[in-house]
């Protein structure tokens, strides 16, 4: 996807790096763990944002490939009209958690 679009984390970075090897000798974090904490989400929300008039318009939830394909066609439909100053991005989905 390069440059195109960029996904902004919503967890908390330094939370998701705690979790360590419990292994003897092994110190530090369990990047293994942590790359799959930050991924962690209920699915994905393409938006779309005007700089002219800050409107923000949101696609979805997606699954990760579905997102990376909406995010796509909604670019190639901008650009097809001339809107190339729209930022198009997909970003992380979390889902209000009840109350146990």
């Keep these: 996807m390069g440059d195109r679009f ?8 330094e939370r998701s790096l705690r ?3 419990e292994e003897a000798g092994a110190e530090g974090p369990d990047w293994v763990e ?3 904490a930050l991924d962690d989400c209920d699915g994905y929300v393409v938006l779309m944002i005007d700089p002219q008039t800050a409107e923000v318009d949101a696609h979805g939830p997606y699954g990760g490939p ?3 394909v909406a995010a796509e066609s909604l670019r190639a439909s901008l650009d097809g009209e001339g809107l190339r100053d729209v930022s198009v991005r997909i970003v992380r989905l979390h889902l209000p958690r009840r109350a146990a």
């Design 6 to 13: 960029a996904s902004h984390p919503c967890t908390d970075l």
């Design 19 to 21: 979790p360590v090897r």
């Design 34 to 36: 942590a790359l799959a």
């Design 66 to 68: 579905d997102a990376a």
